[in-house]
T-cell receptor, first 113, second 113 residues
């Protein structure tokens, strides 16, 4: 238990579906992140939120749409995905003052068919 | 842009063997350095971190890492590995840019009995 909870743990979706990934942190952190973990690639930072404001969008395709309604919750809305988007999507949180440890959730294993 | 290189992609060791995993980064300024570990089926968790001070840092489970500024390296070591150390190990660098961590591709460590 890391204090960062992601749901669902597994998701299979068709290319025309719309789904959402959810992340919740109970650590009092003010920064939240989405990472994509694919086999044999570095963890790719997708989005950064600081105090609910998006501060980084790392050239992510628009078929991924993040939402951060408050400092404790983060969503990733998915629509018209491609098979190459299949990966493990990780949520993390930290304090914004920089350089401190990031706490990760267990991830959502996404398969696009 | 900063980058992190982990040259060992897959390492196989026998129990009690010594371990050293390489990590090099490219950034000329001040950095915070991390090693994360991901055990099979589990979330990423912090193994150890370096912010400043003694360049030899000790982490959990007998791991240590040495920051060598002149070599832009932060190698992970353990004198005697155990079967339970089988996991994937990720090096990460924080440079203060948008409060994000940049990860390496990871090293899969397999410890045999």
């Amino acid at each position: 238990e890391t204090g960062v909870t992601q749901t669902p743990r597994h998701l299979v979706m068709g290319m025309t579906n719309k789904k959402s990934l959810k992340c919740e942190q109970h650590l009092g952190h003010n920064a939240m992140y989405w990472y994509k973990q694919s086999a044999k690639k570095p963890l790719e930072l997708m989005f950064v939120y600081n105090f609910k404001e998006q501060t980084e969008n790392n050239s992510v395709p628009s078929r991924f749409s993040p939402e951060c309604p408050n400092s404790s919750h983060l969503f990733l809305h998915l629509h018209t995905l491609q098979p190459e988007d299949s990966a493990l999507y990780l949520c993390a949180s930290s304090q914004w003052d920089g350089g401190t440890e990031a706490f990760f959730g267990q991830g959502t294993r996404l398969t696009v068919v | 842009a900063q980058s992190v290189s982990q040259h060992n992609h897959h390492v196989i060791l026998s129990e009690a063997a010594s371990l050293e995993l390489g990590c090099n980064y490219s950034y000329g300024g001040t950095v915070n350095l991390f090693w994360y570990v991901q055990y099979p089926g589990q979330h990423l968790q912090l193994l150890l971190k370096y912010f400043s001070g003694d360049p030899l840092v000790k982490g959990i489970k007998g791991f240590e890492a040495e920051f060598i500024k002149s070599k832009f390296s932060f190698n992970l070591r353990k004198p005697s590995v155990q079967w339970s150390d089988t996991a994937e190990y990720f090096c990460a660098v924080y440079t203060g840019t948008a409060s994000k961590l940049t990860f390496g591709t990871g090293t899969r460590l397999q410890v045999t009995l």
